[in-house]
């Protein structure tokens, strides 16, 4: 009876220990309830966080095409600006080519009426000589007999000086006709010397206004000077700026690079978070199996308890009997002693009863609440599989986005190369303008040389007059032309400004694209750091499980140590068939739920181990991806140093064409000051001459135009040299360009093919 009392007691003793398993099993899946649905929420809110980040990239894309049709407006505005002005540069051509014919006409013209004032000035020195010869001889001879007698006849027959043709004198006049007609001769030179005196004044005056209009064109030219001096700083600088935008392109270009990288990373780690997810839900689905087993181990020792039940009843109406037949009294005594254990027993027996009611009630709220698990945990598969799709659409979406980015900043790189291309085009039309304006200084100059000499002859005055007139409105139309030149200019340099503002514009979208990029990863991060610590939770959970496992283990086997000893006793004790029947029968049962435990205990050893080679599998995966990545930054460094050496010699390259560049504009600017220091001197030496005798005006006109010549010879000499060097330097600006964009081309597509690898590769890992 005391063995069954300590039997019982056990009994009692393990249903209270399986309560408790059943307890921690059930805090354990109200704990799994609540990871799952942090996990659920957690999904949620990366969704939200794409989804933003989706719309955000949307909306910046379609800033971009806005601002590329603008830029492409402007670009074509800007072209057709330029064919405009390359109209009115033709037009100016076709001018100055028919105002250089008039000027050469207008020197045939002055030459012939130079020539004409040398004989008439002859003329009146020849006459000024016969009147002396007169006054000083005052004598009765004949005209005939003085030397100058045939000049003056052949004079007074043409009437050269503006008297009547006479008849000729006889030789037998008389002296008083002759002093009368010497008298009336030397009056009409008096008259014309008074006229020559007044013309000398006139141009006087007018080489005082030459002199005046000389000084205002000097102080143009310096005026101009500064003006190309500062265009050639303003140059400068816009180099400067090219140079440091293409800097900060290069430096944007490594961030975005970064960025996908670091995109690329925290894919990789959300895939891997999905798969620890993956293996939670796996380990807790393992976890409902094994409750559900131990249940099925619980009702198998129910049954094992109420056999033993009845084999104690029937051992102990096998005791009465024996009682019975040995001692009557002794058989009272354990009658009534029997009797009150009797009673004690059924008493326990209905409160096993009732505990055994009260557990199969427990069994069945936990089925039903193993059931509401199962369904939530479909649901949760479900909506993970939605989840996992819906990434897998992101990251397409991303991958399409990274497309057009690329694509945006292919155009960027053949705007910034139509850009320079527009601006060298620019400089060019600057520098025909300068030499075209240069071109029309001298032609000012010449013409109003040649109006001073034209204003000497008194009667083709008025029609120089109306020349020159057509000629000032000639220079009003060209000057009218010039500002027009010159304010398209001025909108184009407006325009590049505005493009240079736009291009910055676009700069400080695409940082604060890259901080909203930065600050989402940051996001991540925090979210990738809870969900780590969430795994260590749930690991330390589950180490906290394995050890109470274990105490289960160590308790189940001292109970079966008991149990063995226990049998053992009843073996000796029971010395009868029937006993040792009962006790086969129970140790048949006893070894049959061992022999299931222990199934179980091997299938649970199968798992740990398959998790432990699952881990060993997983670290190696990761030690694969750690040297992949290590070998592709590698690669990337390389890259990257090869990159910067190229464009390190591309800067040499363009240091070299800048410093070639300015040597042909300090070699240009030289030429354009020695020629006009060139045209001062020969207006300097035309007015010499003009002032100098007619016989020394003719040697000195001579070495003036070999002069001319051999410096004309030198300018055609030295242009040739600048035009070789200009297209020189156009042509490498061409090949740089052309392997500038032949090499970004080269790193996008190796770009993309790293990425298509990586992501293939990703994908397998995944899929694996």
């Not at 799952?36 to 957690?42: A, G, I, P």
């Not at 970064?258 to 690329?264: G, I």
């Not at 084999?311 to 009997?321: E, G, L, N, P, Y």
């Amino acid at each position: 009876m005391n063995k069954l009392k300590t039997l019982h007691q056990k009994v009692i003793e393990e249903r209270g220990n399986f309560k408790r398993d059943l307890s921690y099993t059930q805090a354990s899946l109200t704990k799994t309830e609540d990871d799952l649905k942090q996990t659920s929420e957690v999904l949620s809110e990366k969704e939200r966080v794409f989804n933003d980040d989706v719309t955000k990239r949307d909306q910046v894309l379609e800033d971009f095409s806005a601002q590329n049709t603008n830029l492409k407006n402007e670009l074509a505005k800007t072209k057709e600006s330029l064919t405009k002005t390359c109209a009115e540069n033709e037009d100016l051509t076709e001018r100055l080519n028919f105002t250089s014919e008039k000027v050469e006409w207008l020197e045939k013209e002055l030459q012939e009426k130079n020539a004409d004032i040398e004989d008439l000035l002859a003329e009146a020195q020849a006459k000024l000589n016969v009147v002396r010869k007169m006054k000083a001889t005052n004598s009765g001879e004949h005209f005939a007999e003085l030397p100058s007698s045939e000049f003056m006849a052949r004079e007074e027959q043409d009437g050269i000086d503006g008297v009547d043709a006479r008849p000729v004198t006889p030789l037998n006049t008389s002296m008083k006709d002759v002093v009368n007609s010497f008298h009336k001769s030397c009056l009409s030179s008096f008259n014309d010397n008074r006229g020559l005196q007044q013309v000398l004044t006139d141009k006087s005056e007018e080489i005082a206004r030459l002199e005046e209009g000389l000084q205002k064109e000097k102080n143009n030219t310096s005026e101009m000077k500064r003006y190309l001096h500062d265009l050639e700083k303003k140059k400068g600088k816009l180099e400067d700026e090219v140079k440091r935008l293409r800097r900060r392109l290069e430096a944007l270009k490594l961030k975005s690079v970064e960025m996908e990288k670091e995109k690329d990373n925290e894919i990789t780690e959300t895939k891997g978070d999905k798969i620890l997810l993956e293996k939670e839900l796996w380990d807790t689905k393992e976890a409902l199996e094994e409750s559900k087993a131990k249940l099925k181990t619980t009702e198998e020792e129910k049954d094992r308890y109420a056999k033993d039940l009845e084999s104690s009843r029937k051992q102990i109406v096998d005791a009465k009997f024996d009682i019975k037949e040995s001692k009557i009294d002794e058989l009272e005594k354990l009658y009534d002693n029997a009797n009150d254990k009797k009673t004690e027993l059924f008493a326990k027996l209905s409160r096993a009863d009732e505990r055994i009611a009260s557990l199969e009630n427990d069994c069945q709220d936990n089925t039903v609440k193993e059931a509401t698990l199962e369904s939530q945990i479909a649901s949760l598969e479900v909506k993970v599989d939605d989840r996992s799709t819906r990434l897998d659409k992101t990251e397409e979406e991303l991958n399409d986005s990274r497309e057009k980015c690329e694509e945006l900043e292919i155009q960027r790189g053949s705007l910034q190369a139509t850009n320079e291309i527009l601006k060298q085009q620019l400089d060019a039309t600057k520098k025909d303008c300068a030499q075209f304006q240069a071109l029309l200084q001298k032609e000012k100059e010449l013409s109003n040389t040649f109006s001073g000499q034209l204003n000497e002859v008194k009667s083709n005055k008025e029609n120089l007059d109306r020349e020159l007139k057509g000629t000032l409105e000639q220079k009003e139309h060209i000057q009218q032309l010039l500002n027009k030149s010159e304010e398209s200019l001025n909108t184009a340099e407006e325009n590049n400004v505005s493009s240079f503002h736009e291009i910055e514009n676009l700069k400080r979208q695409m940082v604060k694209v890259q901080s909203g990029a930065c600050a989402d990863s940051a996001r991540k991060q925090l979210e990738i750091g809870k969900l780590k610590a969430e795994g260590e939770t749930l690991k330390k959970e589950l180490k906290d499980k394995e050890r109470e496992h274990n105490e289960n283990t160590t308790k189940f086997k001292v109970t079966e140590k008991e149990n063995e000893f226990l049998k053992k006793d009843l073996a000796h004790k029971h010395s009868r068939e029937s006993e040792l029947k009962l006790d086969l029968t129970s140790t048949n049962s006893k070894l049959h739920s061992y022999v299931i435990e222990r199934e179980c205990w091997e299938r649970e050893v199968k798992s740990v181990l398959s998790e432990m080679e699952q881990q060993k599998n997983a670290s190696q995966s990761k030690e694969e991806k750690l040297e992949r990545l290590r070998t592709r930054y590698e690669n990337e460094i390389k890259f990257l140093q090869d990159r910067v050496e190229a464009l390190e010699r591309e800067v040499r390259i363009i240091q070299e064409a800048n410093e070639q560049q300015r040597h042909a504009d300090e070699i240009a600017s030289k030429l354009a000051i020695e020629s006009k220091d060139m045209e001062i001197d020969n207006l300097k030496l035309r007015l010499q001459a003009t002032r100098m005798h007619t016989s020394e005006k003719s040697d000195v006109l001579d070495i003036m135009k070999e002069q001319l010549d051999e410096r004309t010879r030198q300018i055609a000499d030295l242009m040739e040299q600048l035009r070789m060097l200009n297209e020189s330097y156009h042509l490498e600006l061409g090949s740089l360009h052309a392997d500038l964009k032949c090499a970004q081309m080269e790193n996008m597509l190796h770009k993309r093919e790293e990425l298509s690898g990586s992501f293939g590769a990703r994908q397998e890992t995944g899929a694996a």
